[in-house]
């Protein structure tokens, strides 16, 4: 048993936490570029939240941080600023039948 080779690597998502800033100064910073300056305080992937209005995806001034630990920090730093990170909280899924969020008879298979 002892020649079989055997790789282990962590979980993608159980050993990552999400926290969501809201920052206006960092708008118009490229997101590689703040993913590349939060390396160093455990950050791994950055996000912009976006939003649909009339038809047409508008960038918001709020980023979702991916950190490469369980534990969220209670702080990044960005330049000067010392931005607070509260945890983010995806929005629930729903099936295609119950897409108005109203639910009259419970959708076959729930």
Do not use: W
Request: hydrophobic letters at 35%; one cysteine or more.
């Amino acid at each position: 048993m002892s020649t079989i080779p055997v790789s282990v690597s962590p979980h993608e998502t159980l050993n990552t936490s999400k926290g969501v800033i809201t920052c206006g100064e960092l708008f118009h910073v490229p997101l590689d570029e703040i993913t590349e300056r939060l390396k160093s305080q455990g950050g791994s992937y950055v996000r912009r939240i976006t939003i649909r209005r009339d038809g047409q995806l508008l960038n918001t001034k709020h980023l979702i941080l991916t950190f490469s630990s369980h534990v969220l920090p209670e702080y990044v730093k960005a330049g000067y600023m010392r931005l607070s990170l509260r945890p983010y909280i995806p929005n629930p899924l729903r099936c295609f039948k119950c897409v108005s969020g109203i639910l009259k008879l419970p959708a076959a298979g729930h």
